[in-house]
């Protein structure tokens, strides 16, 4: 007899090109693959638990706003949760769902002894003071300190949210325990626990693996036309190695526009830019076109890093690129997906692609502890390693199926999670 399945969750909407809805379709697909661990599929698309915090502040001219944060811990079969904190006005509880499910993925993926986790909080920072920002940020850090810690949940930044975002979080959560407790959050300063090479790390794996697949697919860097989406940590540190590495930037976006250059911009003077504007738009050397321009760039490489859903089906049908590099979390519909993997462009996924971040944090949680801290280059080359060795054996993986990389670091990640799930067994 069939068993009755199991109850749905009342708390997703059922629009089909959500986050949650993306990252459901992905797992569908590699439930084939999952041999005798299929039958604790389910455990996946649910969050373990997930925290709906109300934060309200004194803002500086004496009124009173509150907040809507949250934190979702998807699976912690494998360790504490680990994932990113991400200030935006339309973070919603589905999406920090989703962007939760994603680190369970990563951080097996990479063989990290975390689950995943995500946080965040509805609200635009740029509208903050920054004693407006920190208030909200130890609110926040309070209220979601009922299930975070260092051997519990380890946050860290996402989009919005930095290092001294990070050194609040650290000081109100030890505060509140009382005593100092680093291991709390990575992404610090470098004098409060922070390791070096944090800040520029997942874009250093983006670069990584991009490297890889284009050796893979006899893609010369030198020379490489490469169209980036979100110049911010993460796309703003791969194009600068790529271009170091021999690229040409020739086209970005960002919230404030899109900008294109044929002949290459210069990384180094457009992050400048940027960290004097805010944003891409008016560089020097760049024709500003339409936002949907950016879509049909010449290209070689293309790297989404700013949001989800970018990469839409219509969109993926215009792609010039022979090689996608997701720095962002989610960037690609399923249905974009097909269409670029039957125009043959080959596709690194945000699960492996943007997996650099967490690994050095996970560096920067095992300094904590050991109070021993690792020179750049010691870290740098061990992330190297991790990365390459990571993504051969998802190409391997994927080989064997004949299933694309996304499915097949799904399938290398869920075997783990699964096994885990089914290793510490159900009953409390
Ligand atoms: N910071 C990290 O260590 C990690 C970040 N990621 C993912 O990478 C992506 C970017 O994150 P960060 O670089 O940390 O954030 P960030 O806050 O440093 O930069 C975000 C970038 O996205 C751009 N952006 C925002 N809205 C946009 C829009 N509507 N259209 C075009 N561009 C837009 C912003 O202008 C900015 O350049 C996110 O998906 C994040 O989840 C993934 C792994 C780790
Ligand atoms: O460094 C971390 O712990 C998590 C970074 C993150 O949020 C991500 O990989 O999406």
Not at 148 to 162: E, F, K, M, S
Not at 192 to 198: I, K, Y
């Amino acid at each position: 007899m069939t068993p009755e399945p199991s109850t749905p969750l009342s708390f997703v909407s059922d629009s089909p090109e959500s986050p949650w809805a993306t990252y459901l379709s992905q797992v569908d697909r590699v439930v084939p693959y999952l041999g005798p661990y299929a039958k604790w599929a389910e455990t996946l698309k649910r969050p373990k638990r997930a925290l709906i915090v109300d934060v309200p502040i004194e803002m500086d001219d004496g009124t009173v706003r509150h907040f809507e944060g949250y934190r979702v811990q998807h699976n912690l079969s494998r360790g504490p949760g680990k994932g990113g904190v991400r200030y935006h006005p339309d973070v919603t509880l589905e999406e920090v769902m989703a962007l939760s499910a994603w680190m369970t993925v990563k951080t097996a993926a990479v063989g990290l002894p975390f689950g995943g986790a995500k946080g965040g909080i509805r609200l635009d920072p740029k509208e903050l003071s920054i004693k407006e920002l920190e208030r909200v940020t130890r609110r926040y850090t309070s209220e979601i300190g009922i299930i975070i810690g260092p051997q519990r949940d380890i946050p860290a930044p996402d989009v919005n949210t930095n290092g001294q975002i990070m050194a609040w979080m650290m000081d109100t959560y030890s505060m509140n325990v009382g005593g100092t407790a680093t291991g709390v959050v990575t992404g610090k300063p470098i004098h409060l626990g922070g390791s070096l090479g944090r800040v520029k790390a997942t874009g250093r794996g983006v670069f990584v693996t991009g490297r890889e697949a284009a050796r893979r697919l006899g893609l010369n860097l030198q020379g490489a036309r490469i169209a980036v989406q979100g110049m911010g940590n993460v796309g703003g540190t791969a194009a600068e190695l790529f271009v170091q590495a021999g690229g040409k930037l020739v086209a970005m976006q960002d919230h404030t526009g899109t900008v294109v250059n044929p002949a290459g911009f210069d990384a180094k003077a457009v992050l400048e830019h940027v960290k004097r504007t805010g944003g891409v738009a008016d560089v020097a050397g760049g024709e500003k076109v339409d936002n949907e321009a950016f879509w049909d760039t010449d290209c070689d490489i293309l790297i989404p890093a700013a949001l989800e859903g970018q990469i839409t089906p219509a969109r993926a049908k215009r792609i010039k690129a022979k090689l996608v590099l997701e720095g962002a979390n989610g960037p690609t519909l399923p249905e974009a997906d097909d269409v670029m993997h039957e125009r043959g462009i080959l596709v690194v996924p945000d699960v492996i692609c943007n997996a650099g971040g967490v690994t050095v944090s996970y560096f920067e949680w095992v300094q904590d502890f050991s109070s021993f801290f690792w020179t750049e280059d010691e870290i740098n080359v061990r992330l190297d390693k991790i990365m390459v060795d990571a993504l051969n054996h998802i190409w391997e993986t994927a080989d064997r199926h004949k299933i694309t990389l996304r499915t097949g670091t799904f399938a290398v990640a869920c075997e783990r999670i699964l096994i885990a799930r089914q290793e510490r067994g159900l009953y409390p």
